[in-house]
Structures are given as C-alpha cells and as structure tokens.
Nanobody, 123 residues
Framework: VQLQASGGGLVQAGGSLRLSCTGSGRAFSTYAVGWFRQAPGKEREFVAAINWSGGDTDYTDSVRGRFTISRDNAKNTVYLQMNSLKPEDTAVYYC?????????????????WGQGTQVTVSA
C-alpha cells in the first residue's frame, strides 16, 4: 500500500488547514489510519487515528476539540481537519496505516507510511 499526504502549507495562528492522505489499493479501507507529526529536533508524535470504518476515532490531548479526523473509503482518503491552529502545531505531518485498529500511539507500531507534508503556523 502506498500513501500520499497533501494539504500542508503556511497559515497564521487561529487559521485552518485540511490534510489528506490518499492510499493505493483496495486494502487501504481495511486499515486504521493514523496521523503523526514531527517537529525539528523532536520525536515523531501521535496526533489522531481513525478505524477502518470511520466509526471510531482517537486523538492526543493537545489537539482534541481542534482537529477532526475522518475518512472516505470510496475515495481511499483520510482527512485531518485542523482548526484553531497554534504555532506549536508546526511540524511535518505523516499518515500511516495500522492493521489492527486504534490505541496504538507509537510510530513504530504502524505498517505503512506516506512521505509527509509540512504545516507551518505563524504567530
């Protein structure tokens, strides 16, 4: 399975962006999808995840209430709507697949990765 992340950019604090993660192949719809981010000099951290059907989601505390993850399996795409962005959200954002579902917050637990998209939030 190949993943393509897109939608990053430069935005002012308080603004919004929507990231997309598009996967190849029919298997994409059977995987949970997670979003991670990595800021310069920091470890890759979990942001959000969604199960295969879209019926269950998981967020890290720092983004809950501001970010929303969703998916459209007909389009093999998962979205991350990011609102009320803060400078500390600045990072490269990656999407990844997990075959077993939610509750996995370590990047090493994920099976397939996209190339990342840069999000920069100015103060």
């Amino acid at each position: 399975v190949q993943l393509q992340a897109s939608g990053g950019g430069l935005v002012q604090a308080g603004g919004s962006l929507r990231l997309s993660c598009t996967g190849s192949g029919r298997a994409f719809s059977t995987y949970a999808v997670g979003w991670f981010r990595q800021a310069p000099g920091k470890e890759r951290e979990f942001v959000a995840a969604i199960n295969w059907s879209g019926g269950d989601t998981d967020y890290t505390d720092s983004v809950r209430g501001r970010f929303t993850i969703s998916r459209d399996n007909a389009k093999n795409t998962v979205y991350l709507q990011m609102n009320s962005l803060k400078p500390e959200d600045t990072a490269v954002y990656y999407c990844a697949l997990h075959r077993y579902g939610l509750g996995f917050h370590e990047w090493t637990q994920y099976d397939y990765w996209g190339q990342g998209t840069q999000v920069t939030v100015s103060a």
